[in-house]
């Protein structure tokens, strides 16, 4: 590394609220065996970058100092050894860049292992790419859980199934959709309000049902009165009893939060009756074989046009510059809706 400040970068030092955050002027990090560089275009927020910073999910900074920020997009710099696949000059899009590592996407560049800057198909944008890890990593496990499978998820992979995505304007909610409606299933989600529903709806949702005015278990169960095969579900201490009202026997039930408290309650005798599966899902213990199987089954479905954002395909876009990286934070913090990206750098 040369001793010259050379990249402009968001970080924090200790532990806190957005405050914490600064910019500042770093020098450029070098790509070592097996990792690429990357010039960030765009990076997306997601909750897990303000809760991280926070502490509610870490006791102390791994790191002397953070740049935060798993996903984004933009152009490979540099490669370091023993780098096959990707290449100088590759538009990308990246996952896990902090995850274990120093330096995330807020950030003018981020060195990530090479498998975690995966080439974006066609002329997808960066903003799409920005869009894809956390919450499209997070929708392809949950919705490849199902004993009974698939384990992988592409066209007609789920012809014939019914999945109930709670939350379905949310950004693990919305990739949940897009990707089960890409793969053949009838997607039913919940929502809360009207604009929530139009959004879910935009997102390619056959059914929309507001949990909160209307009897949401009567009304799924005459959407779906076979029952439902998958729940993707946002919130399982609040849903378990309105799962157990839907599900088909041997369904599955993957919960991926801790939506409004820390301790669920099941009504065993019930999920026993059912034969249910239910399976937690967390992005950063789901495992090598699960993740390989996301990021080529997300980069298909982009390939396919499959995975779009912007308000009109159910995801508005909420943009910041890099300079206000906290007030991004914030904006997740407080429950935006949309997909709230930062803009790194130009690159176009
Ligand atoms: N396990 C993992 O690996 C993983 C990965 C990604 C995200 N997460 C977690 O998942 C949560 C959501 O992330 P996100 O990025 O999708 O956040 P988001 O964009 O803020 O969406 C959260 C959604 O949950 C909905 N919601 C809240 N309570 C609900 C309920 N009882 N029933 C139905 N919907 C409900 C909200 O809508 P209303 O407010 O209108 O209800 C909102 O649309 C966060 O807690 C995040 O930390 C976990």
Redesign the pocket.
């Known amino acids: 590394m040369g001793s010259v400040p050379d990249m402009r970068a968001v970080v924090y030092s200790k532990l806190g609220d957005s405050s914490v955050l600064e910019l500042v002027e770093r020098d450029v990090p070098e790509p070592h065996w097996g990792e690429v560089r990357v010039r960030l275009g765009v990076a997306g927020v997601?909750?897990?970058d303000w809760?991280f910073r926070a502490g509610a999910t870490a006791s102390s900074l791994p790191f002397p100092e953070i740049s935060p920020g798993q996903d984004g997009a933009g152009v490979v710099d540099a490669v370091g050894n023993g780098v096959s696949g990707v290449s100088v000059g590759d538009r990308v899009w990246v996952l896990l860049a902090q995850h274990d590592r120093p330096i995330g996407t807020a950030s003018e560049y981020t060195v990530v292992p090479a498998e975690q800057a995966v080439r974006l198909p066609g002329s997808a944008s960066y903003d799409v790419g920005a869009s894809l890890g956390?919450?499209a990593m997070?929708a392809h496990r949950a919705l490849t859980i199902h004993e009974d499978g698939p384990s992988r998820l592409g066209t007609g992979t789920l012809d014939g199934r019914t999945v109930l995505v709670?939350?379905g304007?949310?950004?693990?909610?919305h990739a949940a959709i897009q990707l089960a409606a890409w793969a053949g299933a009838t997607v039913v989600t919940?929502?809360?309000?009207d604009e929530?529903a139009a959004l879910a709806a935009a997102a390619g949702a056959h059914h929309v049902v507001n949990?909160r005015s209307d009897d949401a278990a009567a009304q799924i169960k005459s959407l779906a009165p076979d029952g439902i095969d998958l729940v993707v579900d946002?919130?399982i201490i609040?849903?378990a009893g309105l799962v157990a009202e839907v599900l088909k026997p041997r369904g599955a039930i993957a919960a991926?939060?801790?939506?409004?408290g820390t301790e669920v309650t099941l009504t065993v005798r019930e999920f026993m009756r059912l034969n249910a599966r239910l399976q937690f899902?967390?992005?950063?213990t789901m495992g090598d074989a699960a993740a390989h199987a996301g990021i080529e089954d997300v980069t298909a479905a982009v390939a396919d046009g499959a995975l779009e954002v912007g308000e009109e395909h159910g995801l508005p876009m909420l943009r910041y510059p890099l300079e206000e990286t906290a007030a991004a934070h914030d904006a997740?913090e407080n429950?935006?809706?949309g997909k709230v990206l930062i803009d790194v750098a130009d690159l176009d």
């Open positions: 997601n909750p897990t809760k956390v919450p997070t709670t939350g304007a949310g950004a693990v909610g919940t929502i809360s309000s929530k949990y946002v919130a609040q849903n991926y939060a801790n939506t409004g899902v967390l992005l950063y997740v429950g935006a809706v």
